[in-house]
């Protein structure tokens, strides 16, 4: 139990374009759902959570404008990497947590290449 | 505020001896403690958490930490380490506070077990 995937795995992109991420939780429902960034052999950083059906609470110095989350159901949370900049290289990843909250299960991750 | 520190970057073992992977923590209430292990291009897999009760906890693939308040450590441990275990693991904790579920994560220690 408790696995939560996301799409696509790898994407690679042209400045300025937009590229999706979607995280799914498969086999409970994810009340909060948090997205993660983490460079080459560094701990993750924390971008934002959002609660399902609200507006995503983003961490100091993560551009809501840039970094477009929505969680419209209990399992599918979205993240959108608007106008990307090969600055925007990174690996994202997402975490849900169900009603009772104590663990959070993370997705495999997304490997994002701009150039 | 709350943090974790996990002092050693590195730490390599011989297959075949016990490891363990160091966690001290810093919080103002009662922590939930969580260990997590990172294969490479991967998300983080759960191994275990801490959240009351005994202190000694067992988890996945054979591991365990000891939860130890007096000296505020959380170190991860296994009694026969095998070349699989090489990974990155991550220490984690989430102060025990109504809605809040956020994850304060340490910088992670690469753990290298040698043939």
């Known amino acids: 139990g408790a696995v939560v995937s996301q799409h696509p795995s790898w994407v690679i992109c042209k400045s300025g374009t937009s590229v999706k991420i979607e995280c799914r939780s498969l086999d409970f429902q994810a009340t909060t759902m948090f997205w993660y960034r983490q460079f080459p052999k560094q701990s993750l950083m924390l971008m934002a959570t959002?609660?399902?059906?609200?507006?995503?609470?983003?961490e100091q110095g993560v551009e809501k404008d840039k970094f477009l989350i929505n969680h419209a159901s209990l399992t599918l949370s979205t993240l959108t990497v608007t106008s990307a900049h090969p600055e925007d290289s990174s690996f994202y990843i997402c975490s849900a947590s169900g009603l009772a909250g104590q663990t959070q299960y993370f997705g495999p991750g997304t490997r994002l290449l701009v150039l | 505020a709350q943090s974790v520190a996990q002092p050693e970057d590195q730490v390599n073992v011989a297959e075949g001896n016990p490891l363990t992977v160091k966690c001290t923590y810093s919080?103002?209430?009662?922590?939930?403690l969580f260990w997590y292990v990172q294969y490479p291009n991967r998300g983080l897999q759960f191994l275990l958490k801490?959240?009351?009760?005994?202190?000694l906890v067992k988890g996945s693939y054979g591991f365990e930490a000891e939860f130890n308040k007096s000296q505020t450590s959380f170190h991860l441990k296994k009694p026969s380490a095998l070349v699989s275990d090489s990974a990155l693991y991550f220490c984690?904790?989430?102060?025990?506070?109504?809605?809040?579920?956020?994850?304060?994560f340490g910088s992670g220690t690469q753990l290298t077990v040698l043939p």
């Open positions: 919080v103002s209430g009662n922590p939930y």
């Open positions: 801490y959240i009351t009760g005994d202190n």
């Open positions: 959002s609660n399902e059906g609200s507006k995503a609470t983003y």
């Open positions: 984690a904790v989430r102060v025990y506070s109504g809605s809040a579920r956020q994850l304060t």
